[in-house]
């Protein structure tokens, strides 16, 4: 199954808790097309705004899913200086998904497990009736 691009990102920001850079999140996350690349640029360019913005006459802040831990360089920190990591909405987010696959892998299993009970239930009762037919005939 091919995985969302935010789910690419979240499971790279989860397992990079101590913080990324632009090119980290760009070469390990695998085989990335050109848009999820702007996704991932806008994004970061969203929390290096709203970092160095802070506290700025008219500041309204820019949706992202990344939080800008130390803003370095004036390029939006996409020459490598700045570091991210995931912020505490998208960290959530990605927990939620994963309590949700969980849950669904869990429901999965269940139903086979169930449709075995009735399976094996049925036999015991067709069992039953067939044994208590041979008592009655005898």
Not at 30 to 54: C, G, R, S
Not at 120 to 138: D, H, P, R, W
Request: a negative charge; glycine letters at 8%.
């Amino acid at each position: 199954m091919n995985k969302n691009t935010y789910i690419k990102i979240f499971e790279f920001g989860e397992k990079n808790l101590d913080g990324f850079n632009y090119k980290k999140i760009i070469d390990e996350i695998p085989q990335l097309k050109d848009w999820e690349k702007m996704i991932i640029e806008e994004n970061i360019k969203n929390a290096f705004y709203n970092k160095t913005h802070v506290g700025a006459s008219g500041f309204n802040s820019k949706e992202s899913f990344f939080y800008c831990m130390g803003a370095g360089g004036g390029d939006y920190g996409l020459n490598n200086l700045s570091k991210y990591i995931l912020n505490s909405e998208s960290y959530f987010n990605y927990i939620d998904y994963l309590e949700l696959k969980e849950a669904r892998e869990t429901a999965k299993k269940a139903h086979t497990t169930s449709i075995w009970a009735i399976g094996i239930a049925i036999i015991t009762l067709i069992t039953s009736i067939i044994f208590s037919v041979i008592e009655i005939c005898s």
